[in-house]
């Protein structure tokens, strides 16, 4: 086991909150005007990935091609959809297990990060109330190459003086543990079965993560 830990990388939708669901109904919404259909599982391949890319995939899946104006009207009416939806969120939205890792770790002199693919996650984080236990965010607005690049979680270790072997990435998404391990990190995936084959260690959710193993 690699003692050797001295930052933890996190994902924020799916991992820190729960509004992959929200990224999902506004994406349905999305795709019915495009009356391309669209469910759950579709929905998988869009996790981690940026909006840009989930909208060329959803033009994907249902074959289709629209003009350069469409496409970004329907980047600011997901983004709308979205929005909307998350207006209410708050502490209640945290993912198990989140608030007391953030405090062990803080506790314990381990740098804490927030890797997301999301142009939102400063605004969910600040909503959230928990911007003060990250010494890095790193989101959307930051990165040239969108997750599986693993540009995100490699900026995010930089900026926390680290390197990738010293970190652990928390990812809840196919996208995101490609991304990890194409850096070098440690991946634990949380609270997503599918990526049990994938990743170094797989958890329900984060209660059950035990620090000591790693720090
Ligand atoms: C995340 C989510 C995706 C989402 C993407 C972009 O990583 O897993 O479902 O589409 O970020 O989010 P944004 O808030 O910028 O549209
Ligand atoms: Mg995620």
Known sequence: MNKQIKGLIFDLDGVLVTTEHNHFIAWKNTSDILGIPF???DNEQLKGISRVDSLKKILEMGKKTISEEMFNE?????NEFYLNSIQEINQ??????VLSLLQTANFNG????VGSSSKNARFI????QIENYFS?????????FPKPHPEVFIR?????????????VFEDAQSGVQAAKAGGFTAIGVGNPALMDFVDSYLPNLNEFSLEEYA
């Open 110 to 113: 381990l740098k804490c990060a």
């Open 156 to 168: 995010g270790a930089e900026l926390m003086g680290l390197i990738p072997s010293e970190c652990i």
């Open 125 to 128: 984080l600040s909503k959230l």
């Open 92 to 97: 209640s939205n945290l993912l198990p297990g």
């Open 74 to 78: 329907l980047l600011r009416k997901k």
């Open 136 to 144: 890095v965010i790193v989101d959307g607005n930051d990165v040239s």
């Open 39 to 41: 469910d759950e599982e």
